[in-house]
């Protein structure tokens, strides 16, 4: 079967720095997805990765082992704006988004 | 980013009686629209995939003459709730891809409330 795995919380201080680890099973793989989503509000998305190696955009970086079926999520200088839900989700043969359950980000000052 | 609207971003309805939630994308052509259910602290479950002008594709367990879906032109889909009940209640989410398009882009969401 298919499955997304990610922790299910996180807590982290503001100002510092956190990594949210995805693993993933799939049948075929094109493209992993983070997306943030704020408490009663729809995800937005944050990054894609298809190719092996480290994308960078501002404080948010993420990471991605093909071979390992692994990502992570990196985000640096943390906001107490930050506190949300991280999902991870992996496109798999069929281009069928495969969601994991998301990982509940709480940032203390 | 493309802008998707979907609307209304919350609805209370009664037992028994139909609620439709539309999903229009603003600046792209849709050609490909996903609706979502998310249960509080749960992650998104993928209902159906339609695409513009044919019928939509739903996922298992979902039942198509409850949840009715049109695709008929390519920046609007709708979701019709048909005689909903309060295991309906949820979060209902829309995202749009245009062809060619890497990224899904997301509505803002529909809260429904089925008392």
Same mark, same amino acid.
């Given at each position: 079967?298919?499955?997304?795995?990610?922790?299910? #919380?996180?807590?982290?201080? @503001?100002?510092?720095?956190?990594?949210?680890?995805?693993?993933?099973?799939?049948?075929?793989?094109?493209?992993?997805?983070? +997306?943030?989503?704020?408490?009663? @509000?729809?995800?937005?998305?944050?990054? +894609?990765?298809?190719?092996?190696?480290? #994308? #960078?955009?501002?404080?948010?970086?993420?990471?991605?082992?093909?071979?390992?079926?692994?990502?992570?999520?990196?985000?640096? @200088?943390?906001?107490?704006?930050?506190?949300?839900?991280?999902?991870?989700?992996?496109?798999?043969?069929? +281009?069928?988004?495969?969601?994991?359950?998301?990982?509940?980000?709480?940032?203390?000052? | $980013?493309?802008?998707?609207?979907?609307?209304?971003?919350?609805?209370?309805?009664?037992? $028994?009686?139909?609620?439709?939630?539309?999903?229009?994308?603003?600046?792209?052509?849709?050609?490909?629209? =996903?609706?979502?259910?998310? =249960?509080?602290?749960?992650?998104?479950?993928?209902?159906? !995939?339609?695409?513009?002008?044919?019928?939509?594709?739903? /996922?298992?367990?979902? /039942?198509?003459?409850? =949840?009715?879906?049109?695709?008929?032109?390519?920046?609007?889909? !709708?979701?019709?709730? !048909?005689?909903?009940?309060? /295991?309906?209640?949820?979060?209902?989410?829309?995202?749009?891809?245009?062809?060619?398009?890497? /990224?899904?882009? =997301?509505?803002?969401?529909?809260?429904? !409330?089925?008392?």
């Amino acid at each position: 079967g298919q499955n997304i795995d990610q922790p299910t #919380e996180m807590t982290a201080t @503001e100002g510092a720095i956190v990594q949210i680890n995805c693993t993933y099973q799939t049948s075929g793989f094109n493209g992993l997805f983070w +997306y943030q989503q704020h408490a009663g @509000e729809a995800p937005t998305f944050l990054s +894609y990765n298809v190719l092996d190696g480290l #994308e #960078e955009k501002g404080r948010f970086s993420s990471f991605l082992s093909r071979s390992k079926g692994y990502s992570y999520l990196l985000l640096k @200088e943390l906001q107490m704006k930050d506190s949300a839900s991280y999902l991870c989700a992996v496109r798999d043969s069929n +281009y069928q988004l495969i969601w994991g359950a998301g990982t509940k980000l709480i940032i203390k000052p | $980013g493309a802008v998707v609207s979907q609307h209304p971003s919350w609805v209370i309805c009664k037992s $028994g009686t139909s609620v439709k939630i539309e999903c229009r994308s603003l600046d792209f052509q849709a050609t490909t629209m =996903f609706w979502y259910r998310q =249960f509080p602290k749960q992650s998104l479950m993928l209902m159906a !995939t339609s695409n513009e002008g044919s019928k939509a594709t739903y /996922e298992q367990g979902v /039942e198509k003459d409850k =949840f009715l879906i049109n695709h008929a032109s390519l920046t609007l889909s !709708t979701l019709t709730v !048909t005689s909903a009940h309060p /295991e309906d209640s949820s979060f209902y989410i829309c995202s749009a891809k245009g062809t060619g398009e890497t /990224e899904a882009f =997301f509505g803002q969401g529909t809260r429904l !409330t089925v008392v």
